[in-house]
């Protein structure tokens, strides 16, 4: 496997600014320890009111947030801050010595971003204060760029296709590394995102011989758009996440809410767009949409057969054919003929029969694939 790439922002003119905030002032002390002489900015709290004025003043650009706190515990706090137009788009992360998952999938349904559990692990702390601010950093450009294309309609005509051409480009590469940076919390997945589109452009090239309504374009759009379909997995809990047992009744609910929670973030990004166009409509059917399944027994709406919108179909077959032949750290990689009659029993049930024939037409270039930008040796 691969190193992973280390994903970073612009250089900043100011540090980022972190927010501490716990009762206990020992806590303080070895979260201060822990992010010292790295760069940030910190700013600490000692209780809700106070944490409620420096987010005011000082705009952090992260917030690390007790929960059990008198007076007024993290869960207000975070209420607040996210009904405030002002304060809601700066990222909390929840550090607490809570563990049951009803409080943290609480934490989560309040717009947290993350949840670390305490005792923690400096490690675990910097990694996720690293990826959280990366994340911030990158909306903050996408919207940016927005804004920048936006404006250009008021220009000339041949001065707005230029500078748009460039900035639809810098937009498909800042929400590719949103969703790398999703997939960078498993070390595992290697170059999953990038076998995904491959695949894609397979099937949707292969359907296209005999489907006029498959156009150049719509392939081009909809293999870009395929790396976003686990992006909503940035809200799942890393202890469900990166479990290596089976999950329980209970996890597997939360897990199956990634597709729920990918949607909703780029139905809310296409509508400060105001549109977006056919990229992240695209994004919005694959990521809500791989999931579903032909017979309807999918999740999270059990949409069936046609309902289900074809490219979303298309990468449900694509993500279940890497899935089984990838190799990981709890399982062996399945052989390719394997995949091949697991998907092809699956055809009429979990998969679209027209996708899985076009899959089998072109079983040697999966598998070809499969091999060259394998992350451990295929069987």
């Not at 009762?23 to 940030?40: C, F, I, K, S």
């Amino acid at each position: 496997m691969e190193p992973k790439k280390t994903l970073s922002c612009q250089p900043k003119e100011e540090q980022d600014k972190v927010l501490m905030v716990d009762d206990n002032p020992t806590n303080l002390q070895v979260l201060q320890a822990t992010l010292e002489g790295r760069g940030y900015r910190l700013l600490a709290a000692r209780n809700g009111a106070g944490a409620l004025a420096v987010t005011v003043k000082a705009k952090p650009d992260l917030i690390l947030l007790d929960i059990m706190m008198p007076e007024m515990d993290g869960y207000e706090v975070c209420r607040r801050l996210k009904a405030d137009p002002v304060t809601f788009e700066i990222p909390i992360i929840f550090l607490s010595a809570l563990t049951q998952t009803e409080d943290k999938v609480k934490g989560l349904e309040l717009g947290a971003v993350d949840y670390i559990t305490k005792p923690f692990q400096p490690e675990e702390v910097i990694a996720r204060v690293n990826t959280h601010l990366t994340l911030r950093c990158l909306q903050q450009q996408l919207k940016i760029a927005n804004a920048e294309l936006m404006e250009l309609n008021e220009n000339l005509e041949k001065k707005v296709e230029e500078r748009s051409q460039e900035l639809l480009r810098s937009r498909d590469s800042i929400i590719f590394a949103m969703a790398k940076l999703t997939e960078a919390r498993d070390g595992d997945t290697g170059k999953h995102l990038e076998r995904i589109c491959k695949y894609t452009e397979i099937l949707a090239r292969e359907l296209s011989k005999t489907d006029p309504s498959i156009t150049e374009r719509w392939i081009k759009v909809v293999v870009k758009t395929a790396a976003l379909h686990d992006i909503g997995k940035v809200g799942i809990p890393d202890a469900i996440l990166l479990k290596k047992e089976q999950l329980t009744t209970q996890e597997r609910e939360i897990m199956e809410t990634h597709p729920a929670i990918g949607g909703d973030t780029l139905l809310e990004l296409r509508e400060e767009m105001g549109g977006g166009g056919p990229f992240l409509s695209r994004a919005i059917e694959i990521t809500l949409g791989h999931h579903e399944k032909w017979d309807g027994s999918g999740y999270p709406f059990g949409i069936k057969g046609e309902g289900i919108a074809l490219s979303a179909r298309l990468v449900a077959v694509a993500d279940v054919y890497d899935a089984l032949v990838s190799e990981r750290v709890y399982k062996p990689g399945m052989t390719h003929e394997e995949a091949c009659n697991i998907l092809q029993e699956g055809a009429g049930k979990h998969f679209d029969p027209r996708v899985v024939a076009a899959f089998l037409a072109q079983r040697d270039a999966f598998r070809q694939i499969a091999v060259s930008m394998r992350d451990t040796a295929l069987h």
